[in-house]
């Protein structure tokens, strides 16, 4: 593993249905990232984690959550999707919070029909 | 919401001109990045440049950092085809350590 890795590369599913992002990262960075990419929109942050053990909300939380059980592991759950999730996912980390740079993985193109 | 904003939102030019993004923020900063994104690719960091820095350099790309106005710009010389791609600003405030992205600008370089 080099950098960041995302799993799956992309997925349909069917609303209602339940799903976890996988994002791993190999450089021991503390702090880490979900945003999402709408057409138009940017990128928004639905949640992050400065350090394992703890997360916060961003701007687009509800419906999502994360867990912070190690330093390189942070997934994301959809617990009852919704076609409004249809998105392209980023995981990123950085190594403190704030004053480097960001390292993106390669994203996670999600469909909810 | 964005606290940083880019302009323009698309710019199409020819091979070898340059190429000057901008963006705009609201609040204090302590820092500034700029990213690339290439389609269907994650971002790519490209300079960060800290509130109490004016300008900074990396190779074809040189970025100004301008407090009193709450904006910066990007500036890539001599552009090639293959910097075709969408540009990002991501802010970093006091006290959030959140970074807030832009919603882009995307960059087109003809051949």
């Known amino acids: 593993i080099a950098g960041i890795t995302q799993a799956p590369t992309s997925q349909i599913l069917a609303a209602g249905r339940r799903m976890t992002l996988r994002c791993t990262q190999d450089?021991?960075?503390?702090?880490m990232y979900w945003y999402r990419q709408d057409l138009g929109l940017g990128l928004r942050l639905i949640h992050y984690s400065n350090t394992a053990g703890t997360t916060g909300k961003g701007e687009v939380p509800d419906g999502y959550s994360v867990s912070r059980a190690n330093t390189d592991d942070f997934p994301l759950t959809l617990a009852s999707a919704v076609p409004s999730q249809t998105s392209v996912y980023f995981c990123a980390a950085e190594p403190e919070a704030g004053y480097n740079e960001q390292f993106f993985g390669p994203g996670t193109r999600l469909t909810v029909l | 919401s964005q606290q940083g904003e880019e302009d323009p939102q698309a710019l199409s030019i020819q091979e070898g001109e340059n190429a000057t993004m901008n963006c705009s923020y609201k609040?204090?900063?302590?820092?500034l990045q700029w990213y690339r994104q290439n389609s269907g690719r994650g971002l790519v960091h490209l300079i960060l440049i800290r509130s109490n820095e004016r300008e900074k350099h990396s190779g074809r790309l040189r970025v100004t950092l301008d407090t009193s106005k709450k904006s910066s710009s990007l500036l890539i010389t001599a552009s090639r085809a293959a910097d075709t791609a969408s540009y990002f600003c991501a802010t970093v405030s006091g006290g959030s350590y959140i970074p807030t992205f832009g919603r882009g600008t995307s960059l087109i370089v003809h051949p």
């Open positions: 450089m021991r960075h503390n702090a």
């Open positions: 609040t204090s900063i302590n820092n």
